[in-house]
Nanobody, 125 residues
Framework: QARPVESGGGSVQAGGSLRLSCVAS????????MGWFRQAPGKRREGVAT????????DYADFVKGRFTVSRDGDQTRISLQMNNLEPEDTAVYYC??????????????????WGQGTQVTVSL
């Protein structure tokens, strides 16, 4: 079964930046909605940002607006998440999700069929 694959992540000090990438290859029909979710230890998974891979409209969680930017990287199967001004509260495993949605949004993609394995982001003081 095809699934998205994340890369990037790592450790950074507060105020720093990181960039995550996700590739949804090996799909017979490329997904029209991709995005990022995260889960911190002891907390529920929460949505971060989504992008419609054809129309390129986006949806962001309030807590990342102005700091994170989701974008498409070239073709329909690649997206990135540029994270600036990172805070310790952003420490989590970040997951890429992909699917086919009538309207791409955080709420719509939350029940995506396909998820990546996740990549760790750690922000220290």
């Amino acid at each position: 079964q095809a699934r998205p694959v994340e890369s990037g992540g790592g450790s950074v000090q507060a105020g720093g930046s990181l960039r995550l990438s996700c590739v949804a290859s090996d799909y017979s029909y490329p997904p029209n909605c991709m995005g990022w979710f995260r889960q911190a230890p002891g907390k529920r998974r929460e949505g971060v940002a989504t992008i419609a891979t054809i129309a390129e409209y986006t949806d962001y969680a309030d807590f990342v607006k102005g700091r994170f930017t989701v974008s498409r990287d070239g073709d329909q199967t690649r997206i990135s998440l540029q994270m600036n001004n990172l805070e310790p509260e952003d420490t989590a495993v970040y997951y890429c999700a992909a699917g086919w949605k009538m309207r791409c949004s955080l709420s719509a993609l939350a029940d995506a069929r396909d998820w990546g394995q996740g990549t760790q982001v750690t922000v220290s003081l």
